[in-house]
């Protein structure tokens, strides 16, 4: 919590304070972080989070056997503290998204566009796990807590519920935040319209 909720916040600080005369160009990159940070979250969630990869295995352990045993569809609530271990991305997952998607790209535009853009695609990252981490963790509260109720918090939730199913968790809504990525690769599963998933 306090690497999530503390530190990450400050390293974000951190990155925003590097920016200096920022063009409007270079804004731009936000954007296209996001969707990037987006289709990431969508990949490493369907492949080494739900498939057992060589080298990756220990990330296919934490999240296929710890976090989805640990909930499922009807049992979503985290019911104290100690649930939190198994909500919250460990650091073993931070480094691999970080490290192995991020940290090259901040690398080749820190050394081929600017150290602006540079700034802007990790202080973007960042700023998205970040969301991730807000809403994952909502997903999760006990019913009637105040965060769950949001409308988009609520409609977003049922897709992810609909993912801690174990009938469906292999095969749909591998999005946690915004359902782009699987509304790009066919995995949507809206929970009210399709009892049975069909396809892979
Ligand atoms: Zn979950
Ligand atoms: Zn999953």
Redesign the pocket.
Known sequence: MLFTFGVVPLLLAGCLLQLEAVTWREWLVVPASLVYANLVEYVG?RWP??RPFPGLGLIYRR??GQ??RFFTHEAMPIESRRDLRALLFPPILVIFFFGGFAAPVWFLREAFVSANVAWLFVASAIAYYLNYELLHTAYHMPDGHWLGRLGLVRRLCWLHQA??DPRL?ASRN?N?TYPLGDWLFGTLHRPRDAATPSGP
């Open positions: 969630h989070m739900h999240h296929a976090h989805h993912h801690h968790m591998f946690i």
